[in-house]
């Protein structure tokens, strides 16, 4: 059973740039697909991106798409979320979740997800 623990997040101004890590123990993510989703305050949680097991196809929400990259490392067993241009309505924790899947399958619903990190609050704000 895989383990994922999120960090990176902070305080950032609007515009400026973060990078999240999803680290996992228990079992290796090259075997896994792992999306990251977010909480806003009050909101409910929303899809973010997503990449396969192979690291070779991505996916992003509308409001992320050209501004997030999701990557992986399978060396460090860590997924990483590149932030750029961020907004003040960026603002959220942010989760890291993961489901095997050995096909290349994702999912944009957080339901279809069986591992959950902890999250990793992003505040973007002046």
């Known amino acids: 059973q895989v383990q994922l623990v999120e960090s990176g997040g902070g305080v950032v101004q609007p515009g400026g740039s973060l990078r999240l890590s999803c680290a996992a123990s228990g079992g290796t993510l090259r075997s896994y697909t792992v999306a990251w989703f977010r909480q806003p305050p009050g909101k409910e949680r929303e899809f973010v991106a997503a990449i396969t097991w192979s690291g070779t196809r991505t996916f992003y929400g509308d409001s992320v798409q050209d501004r997030f990259s999701i990557s992986k490392d399978d060396a460090e067993n860590t997924v990483f979320l590149q932030m750029n241009s961020l907004k003040p309505e960026d603002t959220a924790v942010y989760y890291c979740?993961?489901?095997?899947?050995?096909?290349?399958?994702?999912?944009?619903?957080?339901?279809?997800?069986?591992?959950w990190g902890q999250g990793t609050q992003v505040t973007v704000s002046s």
């Open positions: 979740a993961a489901r095997y899947s050995q096909y290349g399958a994702w999912w944009r619903r957080d339901t279809d997800y069986n591992y």
